[in-house]
């Protein structure tokens, strides 16, 4: 059972269509992460987030805007995305310092 | 970029058998190399994690191998389970003003146990 939920678990969108990605962590944590997996490829951070504020920002198209309100949520504002955009979206969340990163069990996310 | 390569991309092993899976890396500067296990469907979890002041660290049937001179970190897993059959991931990053924040992933095994 993870402490890090992801909704939705799935979602199919168009080209022109802005939806949002949800992550929530339960472990008390103050750094929250976005990661995207595609198949054969390396997981590539995207956004970092240490107490509220973006520490990182891995060169991501501005069609991905991402949000923290507070410690425990982050969202992945998505429009005008591309086919090459379909992966699975990964959020983690961590204790800043010298601890791991725990994952939820991401968003599978197709561009039609 | 800093990279992380990693080999085999898929494994097969026997029941009972030593799963090892290698990675290698460039940047001198990484300090912290933890392995992730991840099966369909679900986020990696976090296996077993290293730190270059030891060459080995062993967490039950798990085990980390790291060679700093050759910039090389491997995991085996003695006595390879079915359950085991997942995508495992090495990892690693530099400590720094946000701890391990900014991970560098390799590009994943996948392990298979066969009976």
């Known amino acids: 059972e993870t402490g890090v939920t992801q909704t939705p678990r799935h979602l199919v969108m168009g080209m022109t269509n802005k939806k949002s990605l949800k992550c929530e962590q339960h472990?008390?944590?103050?750094?929250m992460y976005w990661y995207k997996q595609s198949a054969k490829k390396p997981l590539e951070l995207m956004f970092v987030?240490?107490?509220?504020?973006?520490?990182e920002n891995n060169s991501v198209p501005s069609r991905f805007s991402p949000e923290c309100p507070n410690s425990s949520h982050l969202f992945l504002h998505l429009h005008t995305l591309q086919p090459e955009d379909s992966a699975l979206y990964l959020c983690?969340?961590?204790?800043?310092?010298?601890?791991?990163?725990?994952f939820g069990d991401g968003t599978r996310l197709s561009i039609l | 970029q800093q990279q992380v390569k990693q080999s085999p991309q898929s494994l097969i092993v026997q029941k009972g058998g030593i799963s090892i899976i290698n990675c290698a890396y460039e940047?001198?500067?990484?300090?912290?190399f933890p392995w992730y296990q991840q099966f369909p469907g679900k986020g990696p979890a976090l296996l077993i994690a290293?730190?270059?002041?030891?060459s080995e660290k062993k967490e039950g049937r798990f085990t980390i191998s790291f060679n700093k001179s050759a910039k090389q970190f491997s995991l085996h897993i003695m006595d390879s389970q079915p359950g085991d059959s997942a995508t495992y991931f090495c990892?690693?990053?530099?400590?720094?003003?946000?701890?391990?924040?900014?991970?560098?992933f390799g590009t994943g095994t996948r392990l298979t146990i066969i009976p």
């Open positions: 983690a969340s961590s204790l800043s310092g010298d601890q791991p990163q725990h």
């Open positions: 472990l008390g944590h103050n750094a």
């Open positions: 987030y240490s107490l509220e504020e973006r520490v």
């Open positions: 940047n001198t500067a990484f300090d912290y």
């Open positions: 290293i730190r270059p002041d030891v």
């Open positions: 990892a690693a990053s530099i400590a720094g003003n946000f701890g391990n924040e900014k991970l560098t």
